[in-house]
């Protein structure tokens, strides 16, 4: 339901109330300015939407008439209409045809008066989200409700930016109160709001340990990280709960248990970890490969290749982030032969993005040997020669020069292959080396 509905539906029509709004939005600016007046004259708050839109006309006498007229609605009767027109009048801080700062407070002003400020509690109920978030933003900044019950109506409510603001005073109440809140915080979906909680409730519950071992297997890291610093703080074994869990039949628990793992440096657990690389679920894949590479660093080297030819594009894309980080020279025999192993476009797609990373003539011996036909059901030709126009733009990047074996290579692939023939690109690259095409 939009603002203009919701107010037809609160508020009393008028005759000849249509025909002013219609008026209102008339090429003619005299009509517009006219019509804007006599809508303040009428008092109607059913007009509010329309009279918003003229404060940032573009006749500045429209824009000081529809002013005018919004200040003459601006009755206790229809503070509520006001209410929900919030998000249009914020709206004027982004429009450029005016300053409405002033126009702002003014409005801000009204509403928050003692006559109205209820009005804007009641807008915690509204249907609009974007009305809620200005009437919390409102009551919080003036101090309409206290912390408890804006934690309260916050917490209740399914927008997330609602929940935070409220989230914000939790550190506020008092320790009756903050263990009420804390109840429908530690299970909010939205980690802001629950590492808040968590971190409140470790300090001010009576067993501590026991909450903070349930958060060891939270599903976002940075709580999880909370968990353990704080039990390892109180000398409690942490290592033994993750390890426990490698074998649980809970794919988010023994993918987290692969991360504690990892996050904890237990190398002694690296054949149980190598074992999860054959699991069925890619999400536990992925975090093996991340553990791994983790315990073993440059060790890790064969399982980072075998990973990049997984049937899953994310365990992939994971091996194909890890791999620049152990400082291997690769070259595009190597990745060839990867492709070659795979029949996965994700894998021919990770081994372009990894060539970006070589010596720029193995790069292009790379590129220019997926020009071959048995590669087109992965990459077409536009693809390919993507890929070599991005080669053509970093070429400046090195200094690099190809040795007598590189060039010789790159004609060979040039004579060979038809759709490579008819790249510009190749062919004034061998041109000018001096190759006679």
């Not at 426990?244 to 692969?258: D, N, P, T, Y």
């Not at 997926?370 to 059901?377: D, S």
């Not at 290579?409 to 510009?424: A, C, G, V």
Request: overall charge neutral.
């Amino acid at each position: 339901m939009n603002l203009l509905e919701k107010l037809k539906m609160r508020f009393s029509r008028q005759e000849g109330l249509e025909d002013l709004l219609s008026q209102s939005s008339n090429w003619d600016g005299y009509k517009r300015e006219n019509a804007v007046r006599r809508l303040g004259m009428l008092g109607n708050p059913i007009a509010l939407p329309d009279l918003f839109l003229r404060v940032n006309d573009w006749v500045p006498q429209v824009r000081s008439a529809a002013r005018e007229a919004i200040l003459r609605i601006a009755q206790a009767q229809n503070a509520e209409a006001f209410v929900h027109s919030l998000p249009q009048l914020y709206h004027l801080n982004v429009c450029g045809r005016d300053d409405h700062s002033e126009f702002i407070e003014t409005i801000e002003s009204f509403l928050l008066n003692d006559d109205n400020k209820q009005c804007l509690v009641g807008g915690l109920q509204d249907d609009d989200a974007l009305v809620v978030r200005h009437c919390i933003s409102l009551i919080i900044d003036h101090n309409l409700l206290s912390a408890s019950e804006v934690v309260n109506k916050g917490l209740a409510h399914p927008d997330v930016i609602v929940r935070f603001k409220a989230a914000g005073f939790l550190r506020k109440l008092e320790m009756e109160q903050l263990n009420i809140a804390l109840q429908v915080a530690l299970n909010d979906s939205f980690m802001p709001i629950r590492r808040e909680a968590f971190q409140l409730a470790i300090r001010n519950q009576e067993n501590p340990s026991l909450l903070a071992k349930q958060y060891l297997f939270d599903r976002h890291p940075s709580i999880r990280e909370i968990a353990i610093k704080f039990l390892k703080s109180n000398d409690l074994n942490v290592e033994v709960d993750y390890i426990g869990e490698l074998s649980s039949q809970q794919v988010s628990k023994r993918r987290i248990a692969i991360w504690g793992i990892g996050a904890l440096r237990v190398s002694e657990e690296i054949g149980k970890v190598q074992e999860l690389l054959n699991d069925q679920f890619p999400s536990v894949r992925k975090q093996a490969l991340t553990t791994l590479f983790q315990l073993s660093g440059e060790k890790s080297e064969r399982d980072l290749f075998d990973g990049l030819i997984d049937e899953s594009s994310s365990v992939c894309k994971e091996a194909a982030r890890l791999i620049p980080k152990i400082g291997l020279a690769l070259g595009a025999d190597q990745l060839l032969q990867i492709v070659k192993r795979s029949s996965h476009y994700h894998t021919l797609a990770s081994c372009v993005g990894l060539a970006r990373r070589i010596n720029k003539w193995e790069r292009i011996i790379f590129i220019a040997s997926l020009y071959n036909n048995k590669y087109e059901q992965y990459l077409t030709e536009n693809e390919l020669n993507g890929a070599m126009r991005l080669w053509d733009i970093e070429f400046n990047r090195s200094a690099a020069q190809p040795t007598p074996d590189q060039l010789t290579r790159l004609t060979e692939l040039y004579h060979s292959t038809d759709m490579l023939k008819r790249n510009k690109s190749m062919s004034f690259t061998l041109k000018s080396y001096g190759v006679e095409l």
